[in-house]
Protein backbone atom coordinates (compact mmCIF):
# COMPACT_ATOMS: atom_id res chain seq x y z
CA UNK A 1 0.00 0.00 0.00
CA UNK A 2 1.39 3.66 -0.99
CA UNK A 3 0.02 4.99 2.40
CA UNK A 4 -1.87 8.00 2.50
CA UNK A 5 -0.78 10.97 -0.36
CA UNK A 6 -0.59 14.21 -0.24
CA UNK A 7 0.30 17.18 -2.51
CA UNK A 8 2.35 19.31 -3.39
CA UNK A 9 4.56 18.60 -1.25
CA UNK A 10 5.28 22.44 -0.93
CA UNK A 11 2.89 25.19 -1.84
CA UNK A 12 4.18 28.83 -1.79
CA UNK A 13 1.60 31.25 -2.44
CA UNK A 14 1.19 34.91 -2.86
CA UNK A 15 -1.36 36.63 0.19
CA UNK A 16 -4.86 36.39 -1.05
CA UNK A 17 -4.97 33.87 -3.77
CA UNK A 18 -6.33 30.20 -3.40
CA UNK A 19 -4.97 26.97 -2.49
CA UNK A 20 -5.98 24.11 -2.59
CA UNK A 21 -4.69 20.90 -0.98
CA UNK A 22 -4.99 17.23 -2.22
CA UNK A 23 -5.17 13.76 -0.38
CA UNK A 24 -5.90 10.26 -1.30
CA UNK A 25 -6.34 7.84 1.59
CA UNK A 26 -5.83 4.49 2.26
CA UNK A 27 -7.75 2.29 0.35
CA UNK A 28 -10.58 0.65 2.52
CA UNK A 29 -10.16 3.76 5.28
CA UNK A 30 -13.58 4.84 6.03
CA UNK A 31 -12.11 7.79 8.53
CA UNK A 32 -10.57 10.97 7.03
CA UNK A 33 -8.67 13.99 8.83
CA UNK A 34 -7.41 17.23 8.42
CA UNK A 35 -4.87 18.51 10.46
CA UNK A 36 -2.85 21.62 10.39
CA UNK A 37 0.77 21.96 12.38
CA UNK A 38 2.21 24.66 13.64
CA UNK A 39 5.02 25.62 16.12
CA UNK A 40 3.02 27.41 18.42
CA UNK A 41 -0.41 25.17 18.41
CA UNK A 42 0.94 21.66 17.40
CA UNK A 43 -1.28 19.59 15.61
CA UNK A 44 -4.86 20.70 15.37
CA UNK A 45 -7.82 18.93 14.12
CA UNK A 46 -9.40 21.03 11.51
CA UNK A 47 -12.17 18.61 9.65
CA UNK A 48 -12.97 15.07 9.89
CA UNK A 49 -15.12 12.52 7.22
CA UNK A 50 -16.93 9.81 8.22
CA UNK A 51 -17.64 7.51 4.64
CA UNK A 52 -17.01 10.82 2.39
CA UNK A 53 -19.24 12.50 5.27
CA UNK A 54 -18.05 15.69 6.78
CA UNK A 55 -18.77 14.96 10.51
CA UNK A 56 -17.02 17.62 12.92
CA UNK A 57 -15.57 20.83 10.81
CA UNK A 58 -15.46 22.74 14.41
CA UNK A 59 -11.61 22.97 13.65
CA UNK A 60 -11.46 24.83 10.73
CA UNK A 61 -10.75 28.38 11.91
CA UNK A 62 -13.23 30.18 9.55
CA UNK A 63 -15.02 31.01 6.16
CA UNK A 64 -11.97 31.02 4.72
CA UNK A 65 -11.55 27.17 4.63
CA UNK A 66 -13.42 24.35 3.10
CA UNK A 67 -12.91 20.98 2.63
CA UNK A 68 -14.58 18.01 0.34
CA UNK A 69 -14.47 14.59 -0.24
CA UNK A 70 -16.36 13.78 -3.62
CA UNK A 71 -15.53 9.97 -3.27
CA UNK A 72 -13.84 7.69 -1.03
CA UNK A 73 -10.45 8.45 -2.88
CA UNK A 74 -9.89 11.64 -2.51
CA UNK A 75 -10.37 15.26 0.03
CA UNK A 76 -9.50 18.78 -0.93
CA UNK A 77 -8.82 21.53 1.56
CA UNK A 78 -9.33 24.76 0.36
CA UNK A 79 -7.70 28.23 1.60
CA UNK A 80 -9.43 31.02 -0.34
CA UNK A 81 -8.59 33.93 0.18
CA UNK A 82 -5.20 32.90 1.76
CA UNK A 83 -3.23 34.84 4.88
CA UNK A 84 0.36 34.54 5.70
CA UNK A 85 -1.35 33.43 8.94
CA UNK A 86 -2.33 30.80 7.16
CA UNK A 87 1.48 29.16 6.83
CA UNK A 88 2.03 26.04 8.40
CA UNK A 89 2.15 22.03 7.62
CA UNK A 90 -0.91 20.63 6.97
CA UNK A 91 -1.56 17.23 7.35
CA UNK A 92 -4.01 14.39 6.25
CA UNK A 93 -4.55 11.45 7.69
CA UNK A 94 -6.85 8.21 7.21
CA UNK A 95 -7.96 5.32 9.43
CA UNK A 96 -10.44 2.62 9.34
CA UNK A 97 -13.09 1.79 12.51
CA UNK A 98 -12.91 -1.67 13.84
CA UNK A 99 -14.69 -0.97 17.04
CA UNK A 100 -11.30 0.34 18.33
CA UNK A 101 -8.82 3.15 18.06
CA UNK A 102 -5.83 2.01 16.84
CA UNK A 103 -4.32 5.37 15.32
CA UNK A 104 -4.24 7.15 11.86
CA UNK A 105 -1.45 6.92 9.76
CA UNK A 106 -0.39 10.22 7.89
CA UNK A 107 0.60 11.05 4.95
CA UNK A 108 3.53 13.68 4.83
CA UNK A 109 2.00 16.19 4.37
CA UNK A 110 1.97 19.73 2.41
CA UNK A 111 4.08 22.77 3.76
CA UNK A 112 2.13 25.83 2.95
CA UNK A 113 3.97 29.56 2.80
CA UNK A 114 1.60 32.66 2.29
CA UNK A 115 4.26 35.48 1.42
CA UNK B 1 -5.96 23.41 31.42
CA UNK B 2 -5.04 21.73 27.98
CA UNK B 3 -6.65 18.64 27.53
CA UNK B 4 -2.97 17.21 26.75
CA UNK B 5 0.46 18.69 28.29
CA UNK B 6 3.12 17.71 27.12
CA UNK B 7 6.96 19.34 27.94
CA UNK B 8 8.37 20.33 24.48
CA UNK B 9 11.90 19.54 25.70
CA UNK B 10 14.20 19.24 23.53
CA UNK B 11 15.60 16.88 25.52
CA UNK B 12 18.81 15.88 24.31
CA UNK B 13 20.96 12.22 25.38
CA UNK B 14 23.82 10.59 24.78
CA UNK B 15 23.69 7.49 22.69
CA UNK B 16 22.63 4.50 25.40
CA UNK B 17 21.07 6.44 27.21
CA UNK B 18 17.40 5.78 28.83
CA UNK B 19 15.05 8.36 27.80
CA UNK B 20 11.47 9.06 29.81
CA UNK B 21 9.14 10.87 28.19
CA UNK B 22 5.94 11.89 29.47
CA UNK B 23 2.18 13.58 28.76
CA UNK B 24 -0.51 14.12 31.27
CA UNK B 25 -3.80 14.94 30.10
CA UNK B 26 -7.66 16.24 32.21
CA UNK B 27 -10.14 14.27 29.89
CA UNK B 28 -11.14 11.02 32.57
CA UNK B 29 -13.23 9.61 29.41
CA UNK B 30 -9.81 8.85 27.47
CA UNK B 31 -9.30 5.08 26.63
CA UNK B 32 -6.57 5.17 23.98
CA UNK B 33 -3.60 5.91 24.48
CA UNK B 34 -0.85 5.97 22.10
CA UNK B 35 2.90 7.98 21.18
CA UNK B 36 3.75 8.69 18.10
CA UNK B 37 7.49 9.63 15.92
CA UNK B 38 7.54 12.13 13.80
CA UNK B 39 10.97 13.23 11.93
CA UNK B 40 11.95 16.31 10.66
CA UNK B 41 9.65 16.91 7.51
CA UNK B 42 8.12 13.74 7.92
CA UNK B 43 4.49 13.20 8.71
CA UNK B 44 4.04 11.41 12.39
CA UNK B 45 4.06 8.09 12.26
CA UNK B 46 2.47 5.26 15.00
CA UNK B 47 5.09 4.05 17.57
CA UNK B 48 2.72 2.89 20.58
CA UNK B 49 -0.38 1.86 21.27
CA UNK B 50 -2.50 1.30 24.59
CA UNK B 51 -5.93 0.57 25.48
CA UNK B 52 -7.01 1.99 29.01
CA UNK B 53 -4.41 0.98 31.95
CA UNK B 54 -1.18 -0.87 32.19
CA UNK B 55 2.47 -1.72 30.08
CA UNK B 56 3.32 -2.52 26.71
CA UNK B 57 6.67 -3.43 25.40
CA UNK B 58 8.17 -3.28 22.06
CA UNK B 59 11.37 -4.00 21.58
CA UNK B 60 13.18 -1.10 23.19
CA UNK B 61 10.27 0.84 23.65
CA UNK B 62 8.02 0.69 26.77
CA UNK B 63 4.63 2.66 26.68
CA UNK B 64 3.15 3.22 30.18
CA UNK B 65 -0.27 4.30 31.02
CA UNK B 66 -1.83 5.51 34.88
CA UNK B 67 -5.09 6.22 34.40
CA UNK B 68 -5.50 7.22 38.27
CA UNK B 69 -2.61 10.16 37.99
CA UNK B 70 -3.79 10.91 34.12
CA UNK B 71 -0.53 10.17 33.16
CA UNK B 72 1.18 8.37 30.62
CA UNK B 73 4.98 7.55 29.81
CA UNK B 74 7.38 6.10 26.88
CA UNK B 75 10.46 4.87 27.86
CA UNK B 76 12.61 4.22 25.14
CA UNK B 77 16.11 1.98 26.38
CA UNK B 78 19.58 1.85 24.88
CA UNK B 79 19.13 4.66 22.84
CA UNK B 80 20.36 5.80 19.72
CA UNK B 81 21.03 8.65 17.02
CA UNK B 82 18.34 6.95 15.03
CA UNK B 83 15.50 7.83 17.46
CA UNK B 84 16.07 11.56 17.36
CA UNK B 85 12.85 12.88 16.34
CA UNK B 86 9.75 14.61 17.61
CA UNK B 87 7.50 12.43 19.53
CA UNK B 88 3.64 13.14 20.41
CA UNK B 89 1.49 11.87 23.28
CA UNK B 90 -1.94 11.16 21.34
CA UNK B 91 -4.97 9.80 23.09
CA UNK B 92 -9.29 9.84 22.65
CA UNK B 93 -12.37 8.39 24.45
CA UNK B 94 -13.49 6.50 21.21
CA UNK B 95 -16.54 4.97 22.78
CA UNK B 96 -20.29 4.17 21.68
CA UNK B 97 -18.88 3.38 18.12
CA UNK B 98 -17.30 6.41 17.56
CA UNK B 99 -13.91 6.95 15.93
CA UNK B 100 -13.07 9.74 19.11
CA UNK B 101 -10.95 12.21 17.77
CA UNK B 102 -7.51 12.05 18.78
CA UNK B 103 -6.19 14.62 20.80
CA UNK B 104 -2.56 15.14 20.51
CA UNK B 105 0.39 16.83 22.15
CA UNK B 106 2.40 19.66 21.29
CA UNK B 107 5.13 17.11 21.15
CA UNK B 108 9.02 16.34 22.62
CA UNK B 109 12.01 16.75 20.83
CA UNK B 110 14.54 14.77 21.26
CA UNK B 111 18.29 14.71 20.37
CA UNK B 112 20.42 11.75 20.81
CA UNK B 113 23.94 12.51 20.03
CA UNK B 114 26.57 9.57 19.23
Known amino acids: DAGVIQSPRHEVTEMGQEVTLRCKPI?????LFWYRQTMMRGLELLIY????????DSGMPEDRFSAKMPNASFSTLKIQPSEPRDSAVYFC?????????????FGSGTRLTVV | QKEVEQDPGPLSVPEGAIVSLNCTYS??????FMWYRQYSRKGPELLMY????GNKEDGRFTAQVDKSSKYISLFIRDSQPSDSATYLC??????????????FGKGTKLSVKP
Open chain 1, 93 to 105: ASSHWTGHNYGYT
Open chain 1, 27 to 31: SGHDY
Open chain 1, 49 to 56: FNNNVPID
Open chain 2, 27 to 32: NSAFQY
Open chain 2, 50 to 53: TYSS
Open chain 2, 90 to 103: AMSGGYGGSQGNLI
